[in-house]
């Protein structure tokens, strides 16, 4: 290679399996800080209206983020355990399983927090990749 030309298809192909590699870590790296970084609003937005009140805070501790990579692909994934973490994201309004009827109001958390950590997500993987290419 000299000066960025590359004249063998072999130089090509292993400058781009470097910087493949340098970027999945990359995205790894910013896909772990930004989970933690939306756990952290879903947490802030279930502490009160206009997400769900506080009682014991179990709810809110119940958040929690994981990142899996398997080959090329990186996910992480944010996400409660709670069985009432449905309902109060999107509300409900029916009967439930033991016969109790509701009209509960839905109160926002998750899909707020993810409004705010999505965009500022994308420019980081755009950044880390192009610094590692």
Same mark, same amino acid.
């Given at each position: 290679?000299?000066?960025?030309?590359? %004249? +063998?298809?072999?130089?090509?192909?292993?400058?781009?399996?470097?910087?493949?590699?340098?970027?999945?870590?990359?995205? +790894? %790296?910013?896909?772990?800080?930004?989970?933690?970084?939306?756990?952290?609003?879903?947490?802030?937005?279930?502490?009160?209206?206009?997400?769900?009140?506080?009682?014991?805070?179990k709810y809110r501790a119940s958040w929690t983020s994981d990142v899996h990579r398997a080959g090329p692909v990186v996910v992480g994934e944010v996400g409660s355990a709670a069985r009432q973490a449905r309902r109060l994201e999107f509300g409900f309004v029916?009967?439930?399983?033991?016969?109790?009827?509701?009209?509960?109001?839905?109160?926002p958390h998750l899909g707020p927090a993810v409004e705010q950590t999505g965009p500022a997500l994308v420019r980081a993987l755009g950044h880390a990749v192009a610094e590692a290419l």
């Open positions: 290679m000299s000066g960025g030309v590359f %004249t +063998e298809a072999g130089a090509l192909a292993s400058a781009l399996g470097r910087g493949a590699q340098r970027s999945l870590s990359a995205t +790894e %790296t910013v896909m772990r800080h930004s989970v933690q970084v939306l756990v952290k609003g879903v947490q802030y937005n279930a502490s009160g209206r206009p997400g769900p009140r506080v009682i014991t805070g029916g009967v439930d399983s033991i016969g109790r009827h509701y009209n509960q109001r839905p109160y």
